[in-house]
């Protein structure tokens, strides 16, 4: 574990504290040393807590602060418990809205595998509430989405980010999910048929998951879940090879899963995958990042040499990348740098280069052009991002 004087003038005293009481929490720190540090450094309360909503953990915050009685201010504490009860009441309709749609998909014929979400939180935190989710997850096979769509439409949810039916099979070739909201609970559930877009490497979709499920009974209803070394390689599909390590969360989450199966990585189907589709060095740089951080031991096998840069970025504000797509030169720089090798590095050019012209959701959608006239959409596509480059960026204007 890296020492906070060796890493002082990388992170500020607001990081630091968010940093202590994420040790705290797996008694890799104590609480003297975090009041110690609270009584001994000037800290703005209001920017740790832009800090903790930029990388999703309020809630997990404010379970530390209470659990173990720590000397912050009370209105931060306040502010903070009231996120911590939105975010328990949020999960929980979660959690009811997403058995649900398992029950009502499982009477059609349609198995689908949930993670992330609050059945991460229920599986591997002390409590439902700590950990914030934005949607609900499913792991599906490609052949049962337009089942599962139908399903969607007759309950009344409404398409976010999807295809007209003619395309959809296109639209299977080369993106990961699509997206419907929940108007009553203004939830949003994600299918994912594959964990990563193209441009983002190759990953194992629901064939390698199924073998590998089990059913998963709560309070809110039944789940079926995956054991925790394929759950585990789930979690990193997104976290360390989509995200790249750049959320705290995500850290914190891969420490839960470890604290609860400390031998899980001892899997030699971990590497086998890891090596097989090309995220070694994500997977490595990743949990080396937060052992130094956080001190969850990782097998030697695991561990890879950490730059200033790599250090900076778990806990980076603002975060180290805003969005996650091929057009995105944060993005792209750290991909090209944590590519395995040579080859990978020159598919990465090859496939972002081409996504500049297969057409998104938001491009099928927008010109509306019958089916037939699809290739069209290659040639449309490259203009509509340079269009949308020179607009502000917002989050219901995704340059993709």
């Known amino acids: 574990m890296i020492p906070l004087k060796e890493i002082a003038d990388i992170y500020s005293n607001e990081q630091l504290f968010l940093l202590l009481a994420s040790r705290l929490y797996f008694s890799t720190s104590s609480t003297d040393e975090l009041n110690d540090f609270i009584g001994s ?50 999960n929980i309709a979660k959690a009811v809205v997403a058995a649900k749609i398992t029950n009502g998909l499982t009477k059609l014929g349609v198995s689908v595998i949930s993670y992330k979400g609050p059945l991460l939180a229920l599986q591997y935190y002390e409590n439902m509430a700590m950990r914030e989710s934005v949607d609900i997850d499913f792991i599906v096979d490609q052949s049962d989405v337009v089942k599962i769509e139908d399903y969607f439409i007759s309950c009344g949810y409404q398409a976010k980010e999807t295809v007209p ?6 639209y299977l070739s080369f993106f990961r999910d699509i997206v419907y909201r ?54 990193v599909s997104n976290h360390l090879v989509k995200d790249m390590g750049t959320k705290f969360k995500c850290h914190i989450d891969i420490a839960c899963m470890l604290t609860k199966y400390p031998d899980l990585l001892n899997d030699p189907i971990i590497l086998e995958i890891a090596r097989k589709y090309c995220f070694e060095k994500k997977l490595k740089k990743g949990l080396s990042m937060m052992e130094e951080l956080i001190d969850i031991n990782i097998p030697e096998s695991y561990r890879r040499q950490l730059t200033r840069e790599d250090i900076a970025v778990p806990l980076a504000y603002p975060i180290a990348i805003s969005k996650f797509q091929f057009d995105n030169k944060a993005y792209m720089k750290r991909s090209f740098a944590l590519q395995d090798n040579l080859k990978n590095k020159v598919r990465l050019l090859t496939t972002c280069f081409l996504y500049f012209f297969v057409p998104s959701h938001i491009d099928i959608n927008k010109f509306r052009l019958p089916v037939i006239f699809y290739p069209v959409l290659f040639i449309l596509r490259p203009f509509r991002l340079i269009f949308e480059w020179f607009r502000p960026a917002s989050k219901d204007n995704p340059a993709r």
């Open 41 to 90: 450094h000037d800290i703005d309360w209001k920017l740790v807590k832009k800090i903790a909503k930029t990388h999703g953990i309020r809630p997990f915050i404010y379970h530390v602060i209470h659990k173990y009685q720590l000397n912050v201010p009370a209105d931060f504490k306040s502010n903070l418990e009231d996120d911590y009860n939105i975010a328990l009441k949020r």
């Open 165 to 170: 039916r003619g395309y959809l099979k296109l």
């Open 182 to 235: 929940i108007p009553e609970y203004n939830l949003n559930v994600e299918i994912h048929w594959a964990l990563l877009n193209r441009f983002a490497g190759k990953y194992p979709s629901y064939k390698l998951f199924k073998p590998h499920t089990i059913p998963h009974q709560t309070m809110y209803g039944n789940f079926t879940t995956l054991s925790p070394v394929y759950e585990f390689l789930a979690i």
